[in-house]
């Protein structure tokens, strides 16, 4: 396991918001690009308010899981974009393997042959 791997780690295990927020932000988004990839993503289940969005960005910022990558004129507003850094990336990526690992487990202790049901 390599040193990034290691730190990205440390994150785990991701809430379902921060996960969300951070996937979104695998191309550089404004805050309420963000808000509408990840209910559109989720088929309207997640819905972030801009206090939990604007948060968790203070948050990601700090700990270096993601970076300001400039700013953007959207309807006459300016916006601020971030993006994920490697570690970002690292991160995303760990937690969709842990992910996986969970529902494989799922699978295999409720006798489930394919996959879960949607719902």
């Known amino acids: 396991m390599s040193t990034l791997e290691r730190k990205a780690e440390r994150f785990l295990p991701l809430t379902e918001t921060t996960f969300c927020i951070l996937a979104a932000l695998a191309t550089p988004r404004h805050g309420y690009a963000v808000m509408q990839r990840v209910e559109e993503a989720s088929r309207g289940r997640i819905r972030l308010g801009p206090g939990t969005l604007y ?12 970076v300001r990558t400039g700013e953007t004129e959207d309807g006459g507003e300016r916006r601020k974009l971030y993006v994920l850094t490697e570690l970002g990336r690292a991160v995303v990526d760990a937690e969709g393997h842990r992910l996986v690992e969970v529902v494989n487990v799922s699978r295999e202790l409720l006798g489930i042959e394919g996959g879960l049901r949607e719902r």
């Open 55 to 66: 948060g968790a960005l203070t948050t990601l910022l700090r700990q270096d899981l993601i």
